[in-house]
C-alpha cells in the first residue's frame, strides 16, 4: 500500500483563500488535516481564534468561506480531517464538562455544534471523513470515549489519535473503541515525534505494538516539523524578523489573486498582532487611497496577502514583509527540519514499521516563504510542500 501522506493546516489555510487551496491540491497530499478546533466553556468551537459554530449554528465570525474550500479538496480525492485541541489548551476539559460525564445527544452543546459542523461541509458538497484527537490537557479514557460516542451518534465514521505522551491512557481508550465500533472506527494514530513528542522519534516500534495489543488496526504515521520562522509579526512592536517598506502598496496592475482580506485597525502596531500565519506581506494605510483598479481603502486599513510582494508607490501607505530566519525548532535537533532531513526519518523508520508521514505545519511553510529555506532552493510555497511530501515518499519506499 503507498504511502499515506498528511500535513497539519491551520490559519494558512483557514484564511488562505483559493492559493491556500491550489498549494495543497498541487502538493499532492492524501489528507489535509484542518488545526485546530477549540471549545469553549460554553461548548462554542473556534478555529483557532475565529468563533465558527455557535448554539448548533455555523456561522464564521471573520469570513473564510470554508465551506466551499473544504468540498473543492474532498472533491479532489483529498480526506478530511478536523482537529480538535492542541498544547496550552482546554478542549477537552471543555468537552468534559459539557458531557458531564456521558455520552452527549440531542440538546447538548458538543453534539448540537458538532453536528453543525459537519452539516456545513456536507451542505456545501464535501464532508469531514474524521476527528482528530489532539488532546494534550485532560488525558482520560473516559473523556476520549465519551466524546468518541458523541461524534458516532452525530454521524461521523472515524475519529484519530494524535498522542504524544501517556501511551496507556491511549492504548486503553482504543481498546474500549475497538469493543464499541470494531477495528476501524479509530483508523490513524497521528504520532508527534516534534516538540513535546520529539522522544517518540526512536520508541515508534513500542506505539504500534501498544496499539496493536490493544486490538486496534489504525495506520501508523508518525509526524514532524518543518522550519518555523524564529520570530512572529509582533513582539511587542515590529518583529526582529519583519520588514517595514516605507510608502508602498501592493501595484495595483499587479496579480492580485494573493489577497487575502482587509481589517481595519486603529494602528499600525494592532495591524501586525493581528496579522494572520497565512500573510506573508501586508500594506498599511495612514491616509484613505484609491486605485485605478477600483479598489479604495480607509486610514487603519490593513490590507493581507500571501506570496511575494510587488510593490507600487503610494505615499498613503506603508508595507511590511515577514523575511526574517526561519530554523529548526521542534524536531530533535540533531535531525533537522529541511526535506532531506525529515526523508532521511522516514527511511530509517521504513514503510514495514509506518504506514505513512504528516507534515506539521503548512502554514510555517507558508509564513517562511520569504526567507531562505534550505540553503534558499525552495520558494514558492507548492514547491516546498511539495517537497516535505516527497520527503515521506521517498523515505518510505
Same mark, same amino acid.
Given at each position: ?30 489528507? @489535509? ?44 480525492? @483529498? ?8 498544547? &496550552? ?17 440531542? &440538546? ?34 473516559? @473523556? ?33 473503541? @475497538? ?49 518555523q520562522p524564529e520570530y512572529a509579526w509582533y513582539e511587542c512592536g515590529l518583529g526582529p524578523g519583519v520588514s517595514k517598506v516605507p ?58 496577502f500571501s506570496g511575494i510582494p510587488w510593490w507600487g508607490s503610494a505615499p498613503q501607505c506603508d508595507g511590511y514583509t515577514r523575511s ?70 521517498? &523515505?518510505?519506499?
Open positions: 500500500m503507498p504511502a499515506s501522506t498528511r500535513i497539519y493546516a491551520s490559519g494558512a489555510f483557514a484564511f488562505g483563500g483559493q492559493p491556500a487551496v491550489n498549494d495543497l491540491l498541487s502538493s499532492g497530499y492524501n489528507t @489535509v488535516i484542518v488545526w485546530s478546533v477549540h471549545v469553549s466553556p460554553e461548548g462554542d468551537l473556534f478555529l483557532n481564534d475565529t468563533l465558527f459554530v455557535s448554539g448548533g449554528v455555523y456561522k464564521e465570525t471573520t469570513p473564510m468561506n470554508l465551506p466551499p474550500r473544504i468540498a473543492q479538496l474532498r472533491k479532489a480525492g @483529498v480526506e478530511i480531517i478536523f482537529s480538535v485541541g492542541a498544547g &496550552g489548551t482546554c478542549d477537552f476539559s471543555s468537552i468534559n464538562t459539557l458531557l458531564g460525564g456521558k455520552t452527549g445527544g440531542a &440538546g447538548n452543546l458538543v453534539y448540537e455544534n458538532f453536528k453543525a459542523l459537519k452539516k456545513a461541509m456536507t451542505d456545501a458538497g464535501g464532508d469531514i471523513d474524521a476527528i482528530d484527537f489532539d488532546n494534550e490537557d485532560r488525558l482520560e479514557s473516559g @473523556v476520549m470515549i465519551n466524546f468518541a460516542d458523541t461524534l458516532k451518534s452525530i454521524g461521523y465514521n472515524h475519529v484519530t489519535f494524535c498522542p504524544y505522551s501517556d501511551p496507556f491512557t491511549w492504548y486503553d481508550t482504543m481498546k474500549q473503541l @475497538v469493543k464499541n465500533y470494531g477495528t476501524t472506527f479509530v483508523n490513524a494514530i497521528h504520532l508527534q515525534c516534534y516538540s513535546g513528542g520529539r522522544f517518540n522519534v526512536n520508541i515508534v516500534s513500542d506505539w504500534v505494538a501498544g496499539f496493536k495489543q490493544a486490538g486496534g488496526n489504525a495506520l501508523m504515521i508518525p509526524g514532524l516539523a518543518t522550519n510608502n508602498v502598496a501592493m501595484y495595483e496592475g499587479a496579480d492580485w489573486s494573493n489577497f487575502l482580506y482587509t481589517q481595519n485597525y486603529m494602528n499600525v502596531e494592532t495591524a501586525l498582532w493581528k496579522a494572520p500565519g497565512s500573510a506573508t506581506f501586508f500594506f498599511y494605510c495612514r491616509q484613505p487611497m484609491v486605485l485605478k483598479n477600483g479598489r479604495s481603502f480607509r486610514p487603519g486599513d490593513a490590507v493581507y526574517g530566519p526561519v530554523d529548526n525548532i521542534y524536531n530533535p535537533y540533531q535531525m533537522g527540519a529541511c526535506p532531506s532531513n525529515l526523508q532521511a526519518q522516514y527511511k530509517k523508520w521504513g514503510n514495514k514499521l509506518v504506514n505513512g508521514g504528516f507534515i506539521w505545519l503548512y502554514d510555517s511553510i507558508v509564513s517562511g516563504l520569504l526567507s531562505s529555506c534550505c540553503n534558499g532552493t525552495l520558494q514558492k510555497p507548492t514547491a516546498t510542500t511539495l517537497a516535505y511530501r516527497q520527503a515521506i515518499t521517498n &523515505g518510505l519506499s
